[in-house]
């Protein structure tokens, strides 16, 4: 069982930063880049806004149906029952939903994914391809709110008192800007292409101000990262030789490895292959060629961010290492 919750638990983290990672896109990228198109490129906007939107609504059926999967995994694993007890036992679940802190944080997702859902559908339906600055900033703030409240299922809710709080807290914040950062990259990588297959020039200033605005929410992002990442494993890990002693310990430097490639290629796209967009000597190949790398480094990064997650799954189910190193 612990194989499926695993896969259960990253298939759910992943669909949830990307909805999240969509709308910080819209807010704080695409719209202030977009919002200005001149009426000759307003149709392709309008085409990217659809796709994007097409993105949202898997992103929520794929967080509908792992999260009912990770509910009734989770009650199998407090009860002790089969799944098949479990789903024939309605007082199991509801048990979990009333009374253990992971059941208040589900339903607490549910009931803010409600109004989520009824906006997505008046932006797809009322505001199909325009731009929808008040609806995308009020989609965020719930899809943050959901993607807040999965830290009070991981082991930072285990921790009693202030510091069980604190842990929580900081997970939180941790997951919303993983949320601006890696849910925000899958966009980009389509921002990229759009750009890449526009025969408009337009799209290659638009594709410079994309980046540059995305490179500065990404440093916001990856600072807030590691310093929350360093207050988790403050509490998790305890200790260096605990990095070292201990599953989780290994598997928590796994993900810092892979954190620090994904910084180095970001790193990359801003210092290197931005610049080249700007040039005074640029011409339409140049600048689609680079763009194809751009996209290209967006959809490595994307990679290195899945094999993060599948390591933040594995984590959820492993003993921290303050549990296991004496």
Known sequence: ?????????????????????????FVFVAEPVLVQTPARVQADAAAFRGRLMTLVWSS??????????????????????????????????????????????????????????????LKGTFARGRSTIFLDRSILLLSAVVLAAVAGAGHASATAGWAGDANVVSDAIHLLAAGAWLGALVPLALFFREARRGRDAYWIEAARTATVRFSTLGLFSVGTLLATGVVNAWFLVGSIPALVDTEY??????????????????????????????????????????????????????????????????????????????
């Open 1 to 25: 069982m612990n194989d499926l919750l695993i896969l259960t638990r990253v298939v759910h983290f992943a669909s949830v930063l990307l909805l999240t990672g969509i709308f910080t896109f």
């Open 249 to 326: 310990g290994r598997l928590l430097s796994i993900k810092v490895g892979l954190f620090a490639v994904m910084v180095f290629v970001a790193a990359i796209n801003r210092f290197r292959l931005t610049p080249r967009l700007s040039s005074a000597s640029r011409s339409v190949d140049i600048d689609r060629a680079t763009l194809g790398k751009l996209q290209r480094n967006a959809v490595i990064e994307i990679g290195f961010g899945v094999a993060i997650l599948i390591i933040v799954g594995i984590l959820g189910v492993t003993p921290p290492g303050t549990h296991n190193h004496h």
């Open 60 to 121: 929520l059926a794929i967080a509908a149906v792992s999260g009912l999967l990770w509910l009734i995994l989770a009650a199998g694993n407090m009860s002790g029952w089969p799944l098949t007890e479990v789903l024939s036992q309605a007082g199991i679940l509801s048990t979990v939903l009333t009374r253990t802190q992971f059941g208040h944080d589900w339903l607490l997702r549910v009931v803010v994914a409600a109004p989520l859902v009824g906006l997505a559908w």
